[in-house]
């Protein structure tokens, strides 16, 4: 993943500003694309091409990361992490959680916050 593009690039320092201040909202490619100033499926291949990954899966990392960080600092349920940073489904964190850090949530929060 190339991070520096969104220094380089304005669209994407854009679109990285709007994601970090509404994660826990959805958030579609259209309206990502709507930061850009570009259309749905330029925008797509724009991201990928120069990020490296799609903007989907880059959502998702973000994400992950933020509930990384709750779990770190607060004594928040799976549960409302969940919700707290954007997913709606709790079977979709626990999976995507386990891709991105091969924990599951629950076994990250223990590593991190012993009880």
């Known amino acids: 993943m190339n991070t520096d593009a969104f220094h380089y690039y ?8 709007f994601v970090e201040e509404n994660y826990p909202e959805e958030i579609s490619l259209q309206e990502a694309a709507n930061v850009a100033c570009m259309e749905r499926s330029s925008f797509s291949r724009f991201f990928g091409d120069k990020v490296g990954v799609s903007f989907t899966q880059w959502l998702r990392r973000i ?3 933020k509930a990384k960080e709750l779990m ?11 919700y707290a940073v954007g997913f709606s489904n709790l079977r979709t964190f626990e999976r995507v959680f386990k891709q991105l850090t091969e924990l599951t949530p629950l076994q990250f929060k223990k590593a991190v916050r012993p009880s």
């Open 10 to 17: 304005t669209r994407l320092e854009k679109v990285k500003c």
């Open 63 to 65: 994400r992950i990361a």
């Open 72 to 82: 770190k600092r607060n004594n928040l349920s799976i549960m409302e992490i969940t």
